[in-house]
């Protein structure tokens, strides 16, 4: 049977794209659309919507109102199966020809924050975002009525599939490069460098640097349990979190700009524990620090709640207080870097493509097996 695969628009990198990239390697020879590639190389597709032949191309935010027409007008495919990855409105797509009428399957990784949950997406929260949302909300939840089955990326997730979409769900986690964390990393000269420079052992935060990530938490942790921390990522909110180093913990908040892999592999070596206290509908870098042997430390809600296990491979928090946070490192100092390592290979790639083919193989016959009864 041959298939045809559906993802938003394709970056370089991403969460969602990892998946989809998965997704393109469980089935090769699935034709493969989006709203526009602009991965820089990484993907090659057979078609992108009419919005990358416009100036709309690119610009996330202005096109949110014309993504869901540009789904409904896609060219003829001969499939029998699309299979969408979906973040906003990928799951609308309808193409012409043979797949017009084809079994459709959603991987969602959320339903469109902007338009279901503004309250854990900033940008949902502009004019622009809450005029479209009342209107889009009815036309979303209908088209989210066409798909044969939906899976979702976490059970926090298939949470707001119920409430958003009044559709059940199966859950089957994203997949994580589990193996590439288990080898010694190999820093470059310039890496050892800096590495050099910092302290023997610390708190990381991991993360871009912009306000929903809660990097000043990580800081706090660090005060509270008196050990130092390191920042690494980029942002916009950096300067605030330099301003806050210096004021609540001078000479003890490192910060490491864009670390690349082999220098993000040795910082997870070394720390004590990876600090990551945003909420998040999955979350991959917990899941990278317990392959690299590292416990977590993070909120008890999210996707963390679902692959750190509390006292075992991590610390799960319901407040972030001074005191919580102090005994949430005395706890993960002792954990075992051997648990964490078979935490995180739960969640593999391998895992992954096992549980997406099962599930596409299990729906497609169920289907098949409807028509077949009403025949």
Not at 30 to 44: H, Q, V
Not at 306 to 323: K, P
Not at 332 to 348: E, H, I, K, M, P
């Amino acid at each position: 049977m041959s298939g045809v695969l559906v993802h938003e628009w394709l970056a370089p990198r991403g969460g969602s794209e990892n998946v989809f990239e998965a997704l393109t390697g469980v089935f090769p020879d699935a034709a493969r659309y989006c709203l526009w590639n602009e991965s820089d190389g990484r993907f090659e597709v057979d078609g992108e919507t009419w919005l990358a032949r416009t100036p709309l191309r690119g610009r996330k935010a202005a096109s949110v109102p014309f993504m869901p027409v540009a789904w409904r007008t896609l060219p003829s495919v001969d499939a029998d199966w699309v299979l969408a990855s979906s973040h906003l409105f990928a799951h609308h797509a309808r193409f012409s020809g043979a797949a017009h009428g084809a079994p459709k399957l959603v991987y969602a990784h959320t339903p469109a924050r902007y338009i279901w949950n503004p309250e854990l997406d900033v940008r949902g929260s502009s004019l622009p975002a809450r005029a479209v949302a009342g209107a889009l909300k009815g036309l979303d939840r209908r088209r989210a009525q066409e798909p044969v089955a939906i899976a979702a990326n976490s059970a926090f997730v298939q949470q707001r599939i119920e409430a958003a979409w009044h559709r059940e769900s199966a859950v089957i986690h994203p997949p994580v490069d589990v193996t590439g964390f288990l080898r010694a990393p190999e820093p470059t000269a310039r890496d050892e460098a800096l590495l050099a420079g910092l302290p023997e052992t610390f708190l990381l935060g991991f993360s871009r640097f912009i306000p929903y990530k809660r990097l000043d938490l990580v800081i706090e942790a660090g005060i509270a349990a008196d050990v130092p921390v390191v920042l690494a990522g980029a942002g916009s909110d950096e300067a605030r979190l330099r301003s806050l180093a210096d004021d609540r913990a001078p000479g003890r908040v490192f910060f490491v700009d864009s670390p690349g892999p082999e220098l993000y592999r040795a910082l997870l070596r070394r720390c004590i524990a990876l600090v990551f206290p945003a909420v998040e509908d999955f979350g991959i870098v917990p899941v990278e620090a317990m392959a690299a042997g590292r416990p977590v430390i993070a909120p008890a809600l999210g996707g963390t709640a679902e692959t750190v296990v509390d006292g075992r491979t991590g610390a799960l928090l319901e407040h972030w207080s001074r005191d919580a946070m102090r005994r949430a490192v005395e706890v993960v100092t002792g954990l075992s870097a051997d648990a964490c390592r078979a935490q995180a290979a739960r969640f593999s790639g391998e895992v992954f493509a096992d549980r997406i083919r099962a599930w596409v193989s299990d729906s497609l016959g169920e289907q098949q097996g409807s028509g077949r009864e009403r025949a």
